[in-house]
């Protein structure tokens, strides 16, 4: 019978002493966390149910944003929930720069952290390991608004002045670039610690049947630590997709139109939450906020389908479990 | 070229490559900090720890006690309760419940930090009445850092070699002293590495404190509820908005005061687990 | 772990270095406009030093926050760029108090043209946001600066708006909609509106709306006047806007009193009125109202007191009307009607 990597035999098993106490004990807090997420989700829920009927599909097939005319008193009533006449909203334009900037931010993302990560526990004199180690978690640490006005102050005027045709740096590239180097530590981090863990006999075996030493780790370490690399994969993408105020300064906040190149202006859910959240709360009728809630439950679903394909995908070779 | 020959020049060609990638990641980060020091220098002073933010700029005393008090909060209750899920996760739950969980944490990763913030300021600030408050906004960070200090925790404790933990038991022991003798210790690294990167992103977050901690421009009472916390974050949000030059020299010296206080927390963790519990792994 | 035993230690000697406030102290919360902020900290900071007895809060959230942080109670003062609309008072009625009076600059980056202040118009604008007009040297811009004939590029315009709700844009949207009757019918005006697909890129904040029109040439955007200083500091060049009567007239502090002043006698009791493009030959055409949204039943005479005190002092000509700080952020002080008209309704605040 199949045995997840680290799982004790059965035979060992019926002779571990159980204290009951730890199971309930664990078992709680993993209750706690499941709990906490599924009430998140029905709090979305029933947050945005008006929106739900009263945007129905246009919701997922418009562009178009519109919180109505907000001074006027007329009105416009959809299945059977009332907003400010105008008002029309459609979340075309924020899921598509939502998976695009993030999709083309881990593929940028992901080489470079597992060079980084190599460069780390094969390359770096072990004296300054430790400093290496600082640096990445440090990046880590940066602040997400640093990052926003890092982008907006540096790396905006950079893509403005010399790549962009238009000469505005605000878009999807700045976007991507940004979310790339928020993520990477994330991905280095757990990539050099599974690494570091498991390497040494497997590297060492590689190496003494003959292969050259980048060979041995890309051929024998690294699909060892598969799993736990795919674990942190799937977590940076999460990263990726919720990250709101790096990618609020540097997206160029498009509205009402799609992008059409790297130099275009996006929007992502998350970041045009936060921007409109606070004309939202002007809406008397209420339905600006919840429809805002819809696009934080879209970005749920988003999360929740990304998340369970990329486990069909990567199952196959998930001999731990670890991904789950 | 002979096969061996093509391999070993890939192998230099790769390797060079990755020590490049490396050379980009601290030259990016170093072009970070300078950015942030160098327009937060104007403001540095030893007033800044002993004055409250007022007028034009002042001083972070309020706001270096707010962020401490709600980092330190939120990551003691992210900590528990992460590790403490992982630990069921990988002894004791069946393969769908572990499963299920991890799915969910991972799903939680992807939630917006103000999707966080909103819900808790819909159910506690307005739902339950409790106002801006400390402990609203150290839940809002224990919950958006959680994913991270779990997933950690899981793939560390995952990798605790089979051998040693049946070692363990053949030897009679317990399964909490198991755990905490021969689980916990080998997996300390990993679990660290969670907290840290916890706190790197606990210590960075503004959105989701916005709607829960609220601001306040004076010490923290340490009242757990209707009374709201500063932090240093905010002052690096919304000053770089006002129109002064010395306004924007505080946001700047909160920025480099953050990243100082994660490097710190960093080196003195690293420090302390490799003092600690060092020799458990065979390198 | 001896990070988190270092934090609670110095959690605990925070706990004792704070002092918890004397019985007495009254908090207060003021919640909102991004505009009105670097002015509520001035005025707190100014107001505390002489009435240690009150511990006022100033955050910037934005005027919807406010607005609505206001009615739920969180905050006793929630400052707006936007009076309530009437929906919202019918079900809140909030006293909306003016005090003080801001104003908007349209800035643009015309490599070579920072010294010259162009002449635009409502309709220009609404035609440059509304993607109908592309470039510089469109015949309708040339039509509104004949001196300027041969000095407009062939170049694509870059309109910078603003990506989070704001009081600039209530405010530029007001004057778009008050001179344009396409636009009025169409995205309308809000802290918020629906622009039109026509290449305008968002910023966040002014600072961000600065920092992208300094970096993109050609481009041109909407700025807050306290933002005057950086304008003119990163030589980006400002507009003379054509006002009711015709006259293209700069966002001196003489035009915006003038606007103001031409439309004191229209300000009703509760001062619900939008200073948008007043009449007078020397009217600037885009000022508005700081407002703060209060609640008139507060929940103790304690708050009352506090509230009505502070407010008082804001809106009194040896307090904050006075140009020290005014002058800082580039505001006018409140024609004597209308301060007087705010105070009024500062007076019914009341409490069980």
Redesign the interface.
């Known amino acids: 019978m199949a045995v997840r990597q680290g799982e004790l035999r059965p035979a060992v098993m019926q002779r571990v002493r159980t204290q009951p106490l730890l199971r309930y004990a664990t078992g709680a807090f993993a209750l706690t966390s499941f709990g906490i997420i599924f009430l998140m989700l029905l709090f979305l829920l029933a947050y945005a149910f008006p929106a739900i009927r009263f945007n129905g599909t246009a919701f997922f097939t418009s562009p178009i944003w519109n919180i109505g005319n907000q001074y006027g008193s007329a009105t416009v009533t959809r299945a059977g929930f009332t907003a400010q006449a105008g008002a029309s909203f459609g979340s075309l334009v924020f899921v598509s720069g939502t998976l695009l900037s993030s999709f083309l931010a881990m593929i940028a993302a992901v080489p470079l952290s597992l060079l980084v990560a190599l460069a780390i526990v094969y390359r770096v004199p072990a004296s300054l390991k430790p400093l290496a180690n600082a640096v990445v978690e440090l990046m880590a640490g940066v602040p997400s608004v640093i990052y926003g006005l890092w982008g907006m102050i540096v790396l905006v005027p950079f893509i403005g002045n010399r790549l962009s045709p238009t000469g505005s740096g605000d878009g999807l590239l700045a976007a991507t670039l940004i979310l790339a180097l928020m993520v990477v530590p994330i991905m280095v981090a757990t990539t050099r610690d599974v690494v570091q863990a498991q390497q040494a006999s497997i590297y060492e075996a590689s190496m003494a049947l003959g292969s050259t030493s980048w060979q041995a780790v890309t051929r024998a370490v690294l699909p060892s630590v598969r799993s736990g690399i795919a674990g942190s994969v799937l977590l940076a993408f999460g990263r990726a997709l919720g990250e709101t105020m790096a990618v609020l300064m540097v997206c160029g906040a498009a509205i009402n139109t799609l992008p059409h190149g790297i130099f275009s202006p996006i929007n992502t859910i998350a970041a045009v939450i936060v921007s409109q959240l606070e004309s939202a709360l002007t809406d008397a009728s209420g339905m600006a906020q919840r429809s805002l809630g819809e696009l934080a439950l879209a970005l749920f679903v988003i999360t929740l389908i990304v998340n369970a394909v990329a486990r069909i995908v990567l199952h196959g070779g998930d001999r731990s479990g670890a991904i789950g | 070229m002979t096969v061996r020959a093509f391999a070993r020049l890939t192998s230099h060609f790769w390797w060079a490559l990755s020590i490049a990638a490396l050379g980009l990641i601290i030259a990016i980060l170093l072009s970070i900090f300078a950015f942030v020091i160098v327009r937060g220098a104007p403001a540095l002073r030893p007033a800044l720890f002993t004055t409250v933010t007022s007028g034009v700029a002042g001083g972070l005393a309020n706001a270096i006690a707010g962020t401490l008090l709600l980092v330190s909060i939120g990551l003691v209750i992210a900590g528990v309760v992460g590790v403490g899920t992982a630990l069921w996760v990988v002894e004791y739950a069946p393969q769908w419940a572990a499963r299920a969980v991890r799915y969910m944490i991972d799903v939680l990763a992807g939630v917006p930090s103000i999707v966080v913030g909103y819900f808790l300021y819909v159910a506690l600030v307005e739902g339950l009445g409790w106002g801006f408050s400390l402990v609203a906004g150290a839940l809002s960070l224990a919950i958006f850092v959680l994913p991270y200090v779990e997933r950690s925790a899981d793939i560390a404790l995952t990798n605790v070699p089979r051998e040693l933990r049946e070692a363990s038991v053949a030897m009679g022991a317990r399964q909490g002293v198991t755990m905490l003798s021969i689980d916990l210790p080998y997996a300390m690294p990993g679990i660290l590495t969670g907290l840290l990167v916890a706190i790197g992103i606990g210590l960075g977050e503004t959105a989701p404190l916005i709607y829960t901690a609220g601001w306040s421009n004076y010490l923290p009472t340490l009242a757990p509820t209707h009374s709201p916390v500063g932090y240093l974050t905010y002052v690096v949000w919304t000053y770089i908005s006002q129109p002064f030059a010395a306004s924007h020299a505080l946001a700047y010296a909160a920025a480099t005061l953050l990243m100082v206080f994660v490097f710190a927390t960093n080196l003195i963790a690293r420090s302390f687990v490799e003092y600690r519990f060092s020799g458990r792994h065979s390198h | 772990?001896?990070?988190?035993r270092?934090?609670?230690a110095?959690?605990l000697s925070?706990?004792l270095?704070?002092?918890?406030?004397a019985a007495g102290t009254v908090r207060l919360?003021e919640t909102g406009s991004?505009l009105i902020?670097?002015l509520m900290?001035?005025w707190?900071?100014?107001y505390?030093g002489e009435h240690v007895d009150v511990?006022?809060?100033?955050?910037?959230?934005?005027?919807?926050?406010g607005?609505?942080q206001a009615i739920?109670g969180?905050a006793q003062i929630g400052a707006s760029d936007?009076y309530m609309?009437?929906?919202?008072m019918r079900?809140h009625p909030m006293l909306n108090v003016p005090l003080a009076i801001s104003a908007q600059v349209i800035a643009y980056n015309l490599p070579g043209l920072g010294g010259v202040h162009l002449h635009l118009s409502g309709p220009l604008l609404a035609a440059i946001y509304g993607g109908r007009l592309a470039y510089w040297d469109d015949q309708r811009i040339l039509a509104e600066n004949a001196a300027l004939r041969g000095r407009l590029p062939h170049r694509?315009i870059?309109p910078i708006?603003r990506?989070?709700?704001?009081g600039d844009t209530f405010i530029f949207t007001q004057y778009l909609s008050e001179t344009t009757p396409s636009w009025r019918s169409g995205p309308?005006?809000?802290?918020?509106?629906?622009?039109?697909?026509?290449?305008t890129?968002?910023?966040?904040?002014?600072?961000?709306v600065l920092?992208?029109c300094e970096?993109?040439?050609?481009?041109i955007a909407y700025v807050g006047i306290?933002?005057m200083?950086?304008v003119n500091g990163a030589h980006l060049g400002y507009a003379a806007l054509r006002n009711r009567a015709g006259a293209y007239v700069l966002p001196t502090t003489p035009a915006i009193a003038a606007a103001a002043a031409a439309l004191v006698s229209r300000t009703p009791r509760d001062e619900r009125i939008s200073l948008i493009d007043a009449p007078g030959a020397g009217s600037y055409p885009i000022i508005n109202y700081e407002y703060a949204i209060v609640n008139p039943h507060q929940p103790t005479l304690q708050i009352e007191r506090a509230l009505a005190g502070f407010l008082e002092w804001t809106l009194s000509t040896r307090g904050g009307q006075r140009p020290v700080f005014l002058n800082?952020?580039h505001f006018i002080a409140l024609p004597p009607v209308v301060a007087r008209l705010s105070r009024d309704q500062v007076a019914r605040i009341t409490s069980p």
Do not use: H, K
């Open positions: 772990m001896l990070a988190r270092f934090a609670v110095l959690g925070v706990a270095a704070s002092c918890s406030p919360l991004t902020y670097p900290n001035l707190v900071a100014a505390q511990e006022i809060t100033t955050q910037s959230t934005g005027s919807g926050t607005i609505s739920a969180v936007a609309p009437d929906a919202a079900e694509a870059v708006r990506s989070d709700g704001s309308g005006f809000g802290t918020t509106v629906s622009w039109p697909a026509s290449g890129v968002g910023a966040n904040g002014n600072p961000g920092q992208t970096d993109a040439p050609y481009s306290s933002f200083d950086q800082a952020v």
